[in-house]
C-alpha cells in the first residue's frame, strides 16, 4: 500500500497545540518521520511541543520555501510509493490555504497519494466566522498591492465585488504594514461599508472587531506586527 499525504495543521501563534486542535494530530505526527515543511526550525519546535517524546534525530525534513527546487520538491512524495507516509505542515495554520503546500496536495493527486486533512485552525475561517459578515458567498484575495495607486484601485474593486455580489471580501497584509492598510482603508472605503479586523486569532490577544468604516475613523487599534485578517462587506 501506498503511504499516505497528512495535511497536519499548527498554532497561529506561542499557545500550546492540544488546546487549538485534537488529539488525533499529535497522534498522526507520532506515527511520521518524514515532514514537508517551510521552516525546519520552527517545525522542529512544533513537533517537539506536541510530541516531547519523539525522536528530533529522526525526523526527515523536506523544505518547502520559497527556493526550494521545483524538480527537488517533485521527488518529496516517493517515498509514499514505499509505503512511507509524510506530513505536510504550514508555517501557521491550515496548510496548502494562503500557504506554498498547495503544490504538494496536487502532486499527491497526481500520484494517486491519499490526503488526508487533518482538523486545526484557520485563521481566515475563523475571522469569517466571527465577523457577521457573509459566510455563504466570501473570497479570500490574499495581500494588496504595495504600490500606492494599484492598492487604491484594488480596494475600490473589492468594495463592488462585494456590494454587486453581497460577497464579504477578505485579504491579509504582511503584519509590519497593517497600521498603514488600516490608514488606507479608512481614506478609501464609504463610510457605510463593514470592516472586520481579526487580530492574534486563538490567543489571549486575540482582537476581532467589526463596524462600519465611519466607526473607525477614530479608533486605531494596535495591529504593529501582529497578524491580522480584513474583510470588508458592502
Known amino acids: 500500500m501506498k503511504g499516505k499525504l497528512y495535511l497536519i495543521p499548527t498554532t497561529l501563534g506561542n ?3 492540544l488546546e487549538v486542535m485534537p488529539i488525533s494530530v499529535k497522534k498522526v505526527i507520532e506515527q511520521l518521520d518524514y515532514f514537508i515543511v517551510e521552516n525546519e526550525k520552527t517545525a522542529r519546535r512544533f ?3 506536541i510530541t516531547p517524546k519523539k525522536s528530533q534525530p529522526d525526523l526527515k525534513l523536506m523544505l518547502l520555501d520559497k527556493y526550494a527546487d521545483d524538480l527537488e520538491t517533485r521527488m518529496y512524495l516517493d517515498v509514499c510509493e514505499e509505503g512511507v507516509s509524510v506530513g505536510l505542515m504550514s508555517e501557521a495554520g491550515v496548510p496548502a490555504v494562503a500557504d506554498p503546500g498547495a503544490t504538494i496536495v496536487k502532486l499527491a ?3 494517486g497519494v491519499q490526503v ?3 482538523v486545526g485552525p484557520s485563521s481566515i475561517l475563523m475571522a469569517i466566522m466571527s465577523s457577521g459578515m457573509n459566510g455563504q458567498s466570501f473570497a479570500f484575495n490574499g495581500y ?3 504600490d500606492k495607486s494599484d492598492r487604491k484601485r484594488a480596494i475600490k474593486e473589492l468594495e463592488k465585488r462585494s456590494k454587486d455580489k453581497d460577497q464579504s ?3 491579509i497584509e504582511t503584519p509590519y504594514r497593517n ?3 488600516l490608514t488606507d482603508l479608512k481614506a478609501i472605503l464609504s463610510p457605510t461599508t463593514n470592516l472586520c479586523i481579526a487580530v492574534d486569532i486563538t490567543l489571549s490577544t486575540e482582537y476581532i472587531k467589526t463596524k462600519e468604516v465611519k466607526a473607525w ?3 486605531n487599534p494596535d495591529l504593529h506586527k501582529r497578524p491580522a485578517i480584513f474583510i470588508i462587506h458592502k
Do not use: M
Open 15 to 17: 499557545n500550546e497545540p
Open 47 to 49: 513537533i517537539k511541543k
Open 109 to 111: 493527486h497526481d500520484k
Open 116 to 118: 488526508v486533512p487533518l
Open 144 to 146: 494588496l498591492p504595495i
Open 169 to 171: 471580501q477578505i485579504f
Open 179 to 181: 497600521e498603514k492598510l
Open 217 to 219: 475613523k477614530n479608533e
